[in-house]
């Protein structure tokens, strides 16, 4: 079918404009520590070998229904007061992007059904109290120094029935001048493997960043792309309880699990770089970057 077609042909599009600047790049080691003398000794370990660790309950379930109920709302406002709506995709007016979830299998009509990710929070409370968490800044500064930024934040919602995200490095979305960034993600529903939890190969932040090529799956969500070169039989599944914390390396492979359960699993997505990096490129700013520095 055309339209199909040109779907296809502009993910295709999508998928090698990123390649084109990121792939093969790779992280040199000595940029993934700065000060590890503020982590435990096994938290250091885990993100030298495997590029992640978990902090564990660090943030009160109370808070994370919390912020699930303000993401809902959010939501909500960003499509009815949208200043510009495409393709399932709204911009809200206080600089909220609400995108509506692609995969969705009889979901249902209501807002929180119909969510897939709200980006740019992390200037709206509770989300930028989070982001100045003292644990997770503790962590940036141990990975990327002193002077540190929070640059991508979206709230994530796999409901039942929808499809997981396949195996990605973030770093291809980041075209940085200075590499690693950091992921941080916080369960805010607990994270099970048939609910949609992630999973890693851990080591895979040692990796170049690998080509990818787009999600063939029909309705999967604009944007997604995969690593299809790597031996991923060592891979494992990132279980979590509301208010437990993924930190990890920008490099790192992972993916998520369909969501098959009948709950819905949610977390908040952080991301964080070096609050001095420039964007490659002359500068052209992507609508869900905004470095506020923590
Ligand atoms: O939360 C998910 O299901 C996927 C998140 C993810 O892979 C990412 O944010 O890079």
New binding site residues.
Partial sequence: MATEELGTESKRAVASGMNSIQGGKLCPPENNAFDLDLLTLDQAKSWTEKGYFILRGIVDPALCAEMTDRAIALFSDAEINAETSISGHHMGKNGTIAVEEAARIDSGDAPDMRMSKLYNLHRVEPFKSFARDPQVVNAMRAILGPDVAVFNS?Y?F?NPGVW??PW?Q?SLYFTFDRVPQV?V?LATSRATVQN?C?FVAPGSHLEPIHEHVPDARPGANFGYVEVVDYDFSTSEAVTMEAGDVLIFHSFLM???NDNNADER?S?L?YHYGHADTQILGGGQKSATVDFMRV
């Fill in positions: 979206q994530i796999k997981g995200q990605h973030d992921g993600w949609g992630l992972h993916m998520s699993r977390a997505v």
